[in-house]
């Protein structure tokens, strides 16, 4: 029996599931390039800043009761703390199950990326769109939108809310979507972005041009998790003492 075989004997033995294990790294290299060519001109009062504005002033003179409603629950779809805690859910029940330390240590090492893009916020700050104050108005205009403009608070590039639709409900079919139908698989997939996009724009809790810097890091955090054949790769022997006596 070869190595990779007896790594994943047992009744309860986890796969990944990743239905073509990302190889190349081109899109890597076109997400990365994707988010500096919408990074750079947020630096000046550039057209696109300008879009940023004009989308957010449609979208607060465009907002009934009822929608505003719709658009906060929606939101939660991208709430990264009760996300994070469910991925961490099912990785440790399956984890219990099989005796199996690798989907914690492959949740850790997604939670590890997701994480580290609050760096990402702090180095690249921009005010967020309703900047003073929400309940009162004129907000910010476009010379104060920019990044690196100085004001406070900041933290609005790129959408975490948008980030962690990727990167968690990816993790979740990652752990567990070898049960699921392909179409329950894409649409859990797809429709939480699409969703949280339009939300978190449409009540100015984020700029339009945060959400697909979001996407793109998430993109690549989430093809980063999927390129680790975490079922078979060779762990340190402290996080699996059993193999002392394979």
Same mark, same amino acid.
């Given at each position: ?17 990743? #239905?073509?294990? /990302?190889?190349?790294?081109? *899109?890597?290299? +076109?997400? %990365?390039?994707?988010?500096? &060519? ?90 967020? #769109?309703?900047? /003073?104050?929400?309940?009162? *108005?004129?907000? +910010?205009? %476009?010379?104060?939108?920019? &990044? ?99």
């Amino acid at each position: 029996m070869i190595a990779a075989d007896r790594r994943r004997t047992g009744a309860q033995a986890w796969r990944p599931f990743v #239905p073509k294990r /990302p190889r190349s790294w081109i *899109p890597e290299i +076109a997400l %990365a390039i994707g988010f500096i &060519l919408i990074t750079v001109p947020l630096t000046w009062p550039s057209p696109l800043v300008d879009l940023d504005i004009w989308i957010r002033d449609l979208a607060d003179a465009n907002r009934p009761d009822w929608a505003n409603l719709i658009a906060l629950q929606t939101n939660r779809l991208g709430q990264g703390g009760l996300l994070g805690g469910i991925a961490l859910g099912i990785a440790a029940i399956l984890a219990w199950r099989g005796r199996n330390v690798r989907p914690l240590v492959a949740f850790l090492a997604a939670y590890g990326m997701a994480g580290a893009v609050l760096a990402l916020k702090y180095t690249l700050p921009r005010i967020y #769109p309703h900047w /003073p104050e929400a309940s009162q *108005p004129p907000y +910010a205009d %476009a010379a104060q939108a920019v &990044l690196f403009s100085g004001l406070e608070p900041s933290g609005a590039y790129p959408s975490g809310h948008v980030l962690n639709t990727i990167v968690w409900y990816g993790v979740i079919v990652f752990l567990i979507g070898a049960h699921w139908n392909p179409t329950a698989r894409r649409l859990f997939l797809l429709l939480p972005p699409i969703i949280v996009t339009c939300s978190t724009t449409y009540l100015g809790f984020h700029w339009f041009t945060d959400t697909p810097a979001g996407l793109f890091i998430g993109i690549a955090i989430l093809r980063t998790v999927q390129r680790i054949p975490w079922d078979t790769v060779t762990l340190p022997i402290w996080l699996e003492p059993e193999r002392r006596y394979r």
